[in-house]
């Protein structure tokens, strides 16, 4: 059996990060995070694809509420553009929400794509939270590590 490389301790895998909205504390930088990222989407038509800006400013809010929750309790924000996290350990990390726990392959197969295209230096560890859109709260559904052997991610148990 492959065994992975990582050295991080059991803990930062599985903490709880299931959040609120209501526990966000600083929401005007949540929001402005949010309009930065956006504004950088809406400017390209290759990444706007016909959305208008306050469209992808709801989807950049909806994406960025973990990343907020995760950096207000000791994360940090990797200021590269389009890029998340830097996990407490520091490890570059993706965040990831949707809708469901069905569309969690869809979204590992997204990462794993971007994975596999080198030159855009994608995160080995992906965080997916659910969050149905009508609720404010956010499911942390699981941790996922690159396993570079079998070229995809793997739950982290």
């Known amino acids: 059996m ?3 490389t990582f050295t991080k301790t059991y803990d930062v895998f599985n903490m ?4 609120d909205v209501a526990d966000i504390q600083e929401k005007g930088e949540w ?3 949010a309009m930065t990222e956006a504004k950088a989407i809406h ?3 290759s990444t706007a694809r016909g959305r208008t800006l306050n469209e992808i400013y709801e989807t950049c809010l909806y994406g960025h509420a973990p990343e907020q929750y995760l950096i207000e309790t000791g994360w940090m924000d990797d200021e590269r553009p389009y890029k998340d996290l830097i996990d407490p350990q520091g490890d570059e990390v993706e965040i990831k929400v949707t809708e469901k726990e069905e569309f969690v392959p869809y979204v590992l197969a997204r990462c ?3 994975k596999l295209e080198t030159w ?3 995160p080995d560890i992906v965080y997916i939270f659910i969050n149905n859109k009508r609720e404010t709260e956010y499911v942390h559904e699981g941790t996922y590590l690159w396993d570079a052997y079998l070229r995809r ?3 982290v148990e």
Do not use: E, I, L
């Open 31 to 33: 929001q402005d995070r």
């Open 112 to 114: 794993q794509t971007a």
């Open 120 to 122: 855009r230096n994608y």
């Open 43 to 45: 400017g390209k038509p």
């Open 2 to 4: 492959h065994s992975n």
């Open 153 to 155: 991610y793997m739950f």
């Open 16 to 19: 709880d990060m299931t959040f």
